[in-house]
């Protein structure tokens, strides 16, 4: 039973599409992430959902959206992806938005050719 | 802006010795700090949470320390094997937004 499931691990498309990236919980958690790892390693916040409400947009261009119909899935769509999307996604969820320790998803690995 | 150092990027040790992972932070006064491991083509696993007031923290072989004055945090594995050969992030945090910022991480190699 995966605590917090990605869709798909890999994912391979041209510059210019549009592509989405699905997660979900089974945790019962309140709060929901969406992280990019990239080939440097950083892990950086891009979005956070607590109880479907927005509550962390760090900065990412609007080509980027998240939508969250409940709060057990939150979903990444990518209009036009670009080269410098190519980075490897991680969904995460909490019991709560502030110390509560995050749960990561095995992550999606975009790759933008 | 906020920024975090880990000691280095990697770190190789004898299986049995202790392995010492350094955590700096600027221009930030976080309330608690995180450790995770994670491993290759995996996420993040969570290890421990040291809060601002508290010094220390342990969990089996794992011991966490948190110097705010020096803005600094150390995770130390003692008795270290082969399986704890992984990428260890730190990650400072204390907005009530619940920002955690992750470090780059240190791969960490034990050896036999």
């Known amino acids: 039973d995966t605590a917090v499931s990605q869709t798909p691990k890999y994912l391979v498309t041209q510059m210019g599409n549009d592509k989405s990236i699905k997660c979900e919980q089974n945790?019962?958690?309140?709060?929901m992430y969406w992280y990019k790892q990239d080939s440097k390693k950083f892990l950086k916040i891009m979005f956070s959902?607590?109880?479907?409400?927005?509550?962390i947009n760090e900065t990412v261009p609007n080509r980027f959206s998240p939508k969250s119909p409940d709060k057990a899935h939150l979903n990444l769509h990518i209009n036009s992806l670009e080269l410098g999307d190519s980075a490897v996604y991680f969904c995460a969820s909490s019991q709560d938005r502030g110390q509560g320790l995050r749960t990561f998803g095995s992550g999606t690995r975009l790759t933008v050719v | 802006s906020q920024k975090i150092e880990q000691n280095s990027e990697a770190l190789n040790i004898q299986e049995g010795k202790t392995a010492t992972l350094t955590c700096n932070y600027t221009n930030y006064s976080p309330a608690y700090l995180q450790w995770y491991r994670q491993d290759p083509g995996r996420g993040p696993v969570f290890l421990l949470l040291i809060r601002e007031n508290e010094k220390e923290k342990r969990k089996e072989r794992l011991k966490v320390t948190f110097d705010t004055t020096l803005k600094q945090s150390l995770f130390h594995i003692t008795a270290s094997q082969p399986a704890d050969s992984a990428t260890y992030l730190c990650?400072?945090?204390?907005?009530?937004?619940?920002?955690?910022?992750f470090g780059r991480g240190t791969q960490l190699t034990v050896w036999p």
């Open positions: 990650a400072p945090g204390g907005s009530t937004l619940g920002r955690l910022y």
């Open positions: 959902y607590n109880n479907k409400e927005l509550i």
């Open positions: 945790l019962g958690h309140d709060t």
